[in-house]
């Protein structure tokens, strides 16, 4: 009975110096607070006292007048008076946390599995923050195959017409374009080689057609032919918008690095040549057309079908040195679908593995 009354008494006593210690060190850090408040003011002072003695000294040096010396005392107690009040609430609010959890954390949960700390702006568990992750070493992988870049293309577009040559087009060279942006996967195909690599990814291509002669787009029926506009044309042109998926085979040479961490295939500043094909739809095709009326200017745009071809498939090749090559494209598919004169879209430009 003694032995445990003894056992009581001593954790009593324990807690009891746990509780005074923390509470002095809660007293502690109230009373470093309170003077840092004072120190606030005092610096907040000193600081305005400056500013004020500035000012005085280009008053007397004729630089500002009396009443600009007035505004520039009156804003500079102002904005002092400010830090005063701003840097002091901080304190207070800090001592108030201290006083009222003997931490100045918002919340601490020591009953839980791990620590758990809730600070103004963040939550902790076992000393390791939630929100804010840590910057770690990333490992490096030794050997990567495959890798993305964007892709983007520009340049000429035209169509090639059954039994015409392209001297005889209705469209206009230079002013008939393609863009095309899109995402590209290149994957090497040999272990120890990056002579080949296979190139597959899709794209968004936009294929322009610039009509001539005062001509534009109607449909009639099944069939889309060119046909005089009333009004004289400052533009007409047609516009086919793709989603397509590309695949080529790419050959050049590269140039390895190798490390005890890590080896890597560079193809920057090589040459290569790209081979292959792509397929997908046309999710778009819309006339624009531009002329005047009774004096007035007059913007037109239709989106329509024209009768274009839903599904869109071609070949393409690529050739030039490192990021920048000469691209050329040409759909297999025709431009117009059940039309009596084939016509299929080319391309010619510049792409940009980026």
């Known amino acids: 009975m003694k032995k445990t009354t003894h056992y009581i008494l001593l954790i009593i006593t324990v807690f009891c110096v746990q509780l005074t ?3 002095e060190q809660i007293k502690s850090k109230i009373d470093l ?5 004072e120190q606030i003011r005092l610096y907040e002072k000193e600081a305005l006292k400056t500013e004020i003695e500035a000012i005085t000294k280009r008053l007397e040096k004729n630089e500002i007048t009396a009443q600009q010396a007035q505004n520039l005392k009156t804003e500079a107690a102002k904005n002092r008076a400010l830090n005063i009040e701003n840097r002091v609430a901080i304190i207070d609010n800090k001592i108030s946390l201290l006083e009222r959890n003997g931490t100045d954390k ?3 949960l020591d009953s839980l599995p791990g620590k758990v700390e809730v600070d ?4 902790k568990f076992n000393d390791k923050s939630i929100f804010y992750s840590e910057t770690k070493k990333q490992e490096v992988k030794y050997d990567i195959r495959t890798v993305s870049e964007l892709v983007l293309a520009v340049g000429l577009n035209n169509a090639i017409i059954d039994g015409q040559s392209l001297d005889d087009s209705p469209y206009k060279i230079g002013g008939s374009r ?9 994957t090497r195909l040999f272990k120890n080689s990056n002579a080949v690599r296979l190139n597959y990814g899709f794209s968004f291509q936009f294929n322009g057609l610039k009509v001539d002669d005062n001509l534009y787009f109607v449909e009639n029926g099944n069939q889309t032919e060119l046909q ?3 009004y004289d044309l400052d533009k007409a042109k047609l516009r086919m918008d793709n989603l397509v998926f590309p ?6 040479p590269s140039r390895k690095e190798e490390t005890e961490e890590k080896m890597r295939y560079y193809i920057d500043n090589k040459f290569r040549i790209g081979i292959g094909a792509y397929g997908g739809f046309n999710i778009g095709t819309r006339q624009k057309l531009k002329y005047k009326e009774n004096g007035k200017k007059v913007k037109d745009k239709f989106k329509r079908d024209y009768n274009t071809s839903d599904l869109i498939y071609g070949l393409s090749a690529y050739a030039g040195f490192g990021d920048t090559t000469l691209y050329v494209k040409y759909d297999l598919s025709p431009i117009f679908k059940d039309a009596l004169v084939d016509q299929h879209n080319i391309s010619v430009g510049l792409r940009f593995d980026l």
């Open 120 to 123: 103004v702006f963040d939550i």
């Open 247 to 252: 695949v080529h085979f790419e050959f050049g």
């Open 33 to 37: 607070l309170l003077k840092e408040k």
């Open 228 to 230: 005089d506009f009333e």
């Open 21 to 23: 210690f923390a509470q």
């Open 178 to 186: 393609f863009f095309e942006m899109g995402i590209n996967w290149r």
């Open 106 to 108: 918002l919340a601490r």
